[in-house]
Nanobody, 129 residues
Framework: QVQLTESGGGLVQAGGSLRLSCVAS????????MGWFRQPPGKEREEREF???????????TYTDSVKGRFTISRGDVKNTIYLDMNNLKPEETARYYC???????????????????WGRGTQVTVSS
């Protein structure tokens, strides 16, 4: 069983930066991927948006197009930790950000929330205009 705990959310002005962290308890195997989704206000769980992912074995990263060049997902030196560095944040990126883990890093559908097996409780990011 894997448990995920996010931190680092907060209130930031448009154009600002935040770093989100996610720590996983339990075993994260090289076949896993870890990633971030976000759920804007008023959206349902099923409508969570893929943000970024990193495969645990070879550290391949993928991003949704809207965050490329501004967000960076990385694996930390601390065991089972990932980060999401977010720069030049926009008001429309206000959302609850969720860390997720998938046991199948080879999936071609990692952008789909149903492909992920474990979820954290999320951390709120609010971007003011």
């Amino acid at each position: 069983q894997v448990q995920l705990t996010e931190s680092g959310g907060g209130l930031v002005q448009a154009g600002g930066s935040l770093r989100l962290s996610c720590v996983a308890s339990g075993r994260i195997y090289s076949s896993f991927a870890m990633g971030w989704f976000r759920q804007p206000p008023g959206k349902e769980r099923e409508e969570r948006e893929f943000v970024a992912a990193i495969t645990w074995g070879d550290l391949r990263t993928t991003y949704t197009d809207s965050v490329k060049g501004r967000f960076t997902i990385s694996r930390g030196d601390v065991k089972n930790t990932i980060y999401l560095d977010m720069n030049n944040l926009k008001p429309e990126e206000t959302a609850r950000y969720y860390c997720a883990a998938s046991s199948d890093a080879s999936s071609k559908r990692l952008s789909v929330s149903s492909q992920w097996d474990y979820w954290g409780r999320g951390t709120q990011v609010t971007v003011s205009s």
